[in-house]
């Protein structure tokens, strides 16, 4: 069995697909007015799983001629709760639709910030698992 039993369901393309590339420019583009003013891009990333829970994080990598300041994502955690185009209940529905292992999504809980360098800082996302209920025989 593979250490990190949850990462074969979340290769890139579908991270990218759960939460598309794209989404950036329209979260600026709808808190800025224009999405060229974003200062950097946002993409889910695949971190680690256990029995009971499985972490990803939002990395935000700076975008070129832009400065990926502090104050630029430290409150994003907040916002990330809730604007609508990030939809970050949208984004565990989508990562519960993924698992096929007995297990689903239960809570979630958006982390702090972590500047990872100039250039990328993170949102930890941590999404518990609870076990599926076996059907109901008939």
């Known amino acids: 069995m593979s250490v990190r039993p949850f990462e074969p369901f979340f290769p890139n393309h579908v991270l990218a697909d759960i939460f598309p590339p794209d989404r950036a420019d329209r979260f ?14 946002i993409s889910l990333a695949f971190v ?3 029995d009971d829970r499985i972490d990803f994080e939002f990395q935000l990598k700076k975008r070129p001629g832009r400065c990926l300041a502090c104050n630029l994502t430290h409150g994003l955690p907040d916002v990330f709760l809730r604007h609508p185009v990030i939809d970050i209940a949208g984004v565990v529905r989508r990562i519960d639709e993924r698992i096929s292992n007995g297990k689903r ?7 702090r910030t972590r500047d990872i360098s100039s250039a990328m800082h993170v949102i930890p996302l941590t999404v518990n698992l609870v076990h599926e209920a076996p059907a109901d025989p008939v």
């Not at 600026?28 to 891009?41: H, M, Q, R, T, V």
């Open 28 to 41: 600026f583009e709808a808190l800025l007015g224009d999405a060229s003013e974003g200062a950097y891009d």
């Open 48 to 50: 680690d799983g256990t």
């Open 105 to 111: 999504c239960g809570g979630w809980v958006l982390g």
